[in-house]
């Protein structure tokens, strides 16, 4: 049993092509229209799920998602209170979801904040949360839910670079209970295109991450996402994103043409 997915599971069978064509584009006309909590609602969420908190789902039963927010310090207990007593229905397997889900506890300061605090300039490597005091709220987490005995993986996703320091991945490389893929979505390899994105890090940020983490943890697997086409983006900018393809060698990349969306 899996205890994960912020999504409603869907079965179709028969003729699918069809089908699965009008349910996409049915879904697709409905969101465009929809308030944040119409879509929740839509997509079958119980609430929009925020920066901090964790999703848990029973994967073949359309259950709503359960979910709790925590501040540094607070809400460790209730997540793993959650945890043992979905393994005591069986659940062995769990999925920590959430956006930037390693900044999970720490308070955040947004994009705002940090370009007024740096006067424009944003300097190398800066997450929107402040930094926590002693060992990570998520490497807290982590620990917590691999003491429980009946736990036998740990995957979560997806991860910003910003707080993805050395005591997350000492965590994760002595910790066999927590899987070896990671997503870290880098967006593109290109330091002008990422300062554009207010993205917070430049190319060699990155490199150096994804140098630590093959160093520390020597079966990590590596996943990212990519945008082609941000506004202004030249052809140099573009085989610089290429350039870091060829040197991370990432498993699995979701490339996307930029939207104004």
């Known amino acids: 049993k899996n205890g994960t997915i912020a999504l409603r599971d869907e079965i179709v069978c028969g003729d ?18 929809a308030t944040v909590g119409d879509a929740a609602e839509i997509l079958g969420f119980e609430q929009v ?8 789902k029973k994967s073949e039963k359309a259950e709503e998602p359960s979910s709790a927010k925590a501040t540094e310090g607070q809400g460790i207990e209730t997540e793993i209170d959650e945890v043992k007593e979905l393994v005591s229905k069986g659940y062995k397997e769990f999925t920590l979801l959430g956006q930037n889900v390693n900044s999970y506890g720490l308070e955040k300061v947004g994009i705002g904040y940090r ?16 930094k926590s005091k002693g060992t990570p709220p998520f490497v ?9 005995n009946s736990v036998e993986k740990i995957h979560f996703m997806t991860s910003n670079p910003w707080d993805f320091g050395d005591d997350l991945i ?92």
């Not at 699918?16 to 465009?32: F, H, K, M, P």
């Not at 799920?49 to 964790?54: D, L, N, S, W, Y």
């Not at 807290?140 to 429980?148: A, D, N, Q, T």
């Open 115 to 130: 370009k007024m605090l740096f006067s424009g300039k944003i300097l190398s490597n800066q997450s929107q949360y402040k």
């Open 140 to 148: 807290k987490l982590l620990r917590g839910i691999s003491k429980i």
């Open 49 to 56: 799920p925020k920066v901090g908190e964790i999703v848990f």
């Open 16 to 33: 699918v092509s069809g089908r699965v064509r009008t349910i996409i584009n049915d879904l697709g006309q409905r969101l465009e229209k």
């Open 170 to 261: 000492e965590e994760i490389a002595s910790n066999k209970k927590i899987d070896r893929f990671i997503h870290l979505p880098v967006q593109s390899g290109s330091n002008r295109i990422l300062k554009l994105m207010n993205r917070g890090y430049t190319k060699e940020d990155y490199l150096q991450l994804m140098e630590r983490l093959k160093e520390k943890i020597p079966e990590v697997q590596l996943g990212t996402d990519i945008i082609v086409g941000f506004p202004t983006e030249t052809e140099e900018d573009f085989e610089e994103t290429v350039d870091l393809v060829e040197k991370v060698k990432w498993i699995v990349g979701f490339v996307a043409q930029y939207s104004p969306r």
